[in-house]
């Protein structure tokens, strides 16, 4: 089970760390990534991540904004969201994939956190 959490309101310019916590399982043995889904628009993803955290990837429209990164004590991925923009405003999930493949199509998860609301303000 995951739980995302950390979302909010800031500023277009400003900063948040979305956390997605794992109960239950063997989170450190999954593929995580962020997906995110913005009003009237579907589903994209942002950032994933490997098991062991070595391999990470990123879309392109967040790419030098944002840090993935885990930690296998606390099965906790966060995602760090720095220069933040009023298009980055939308619903973030988190999800895991027993895959050992990394991918980028939502269809590839099996587990999905409940989501937690980002909204950026111009």
């Known amino acids: 089970q995951l739980q995302a959490s950390g979302g909010g309101l800031v500023q277009a310019g400003g900063s948040l760390r979305l956390s997605c916590v794992a109960s239950?399982?063997?989170?450190?043995?999954?593929?995580v990534a962020w997906f995110r889904q913005a009003p009237g628009k579907e589903r994209e993803f942002v950032s994933g991540?490997?098991?062991?955290?070595?391999?990470?990837n990123y879309a392109d429209s967040v790419k030098g904004r944002f840090t993935i990164s885990r930690d296998h004590a606390k099965n906790t991925v966060y995602l760090q969201m720095n220069s933040l923009k009023p298009e980055d405003t939308a619903v973030y999930y988190c999800?895991?994939?027993?895959?050992?493949?990394?991918?980028?199509?939502?269809?590839?998860?099996?587990?999905w956190g409940q989501g937690t609301l980002v909204t950026v303000s111009s």
């Open positions: 239950g399982g063997t989170f450190s043995s999954l593929n």
């Open positions: 991540i490997s098991r062991i955290g070595v391999n990470k």
């Open positions: 999800a895991a994939a027993s895959s050992p493949i990394m991918s980028t199509y939502g269809k590839a998860y099996d587990s």
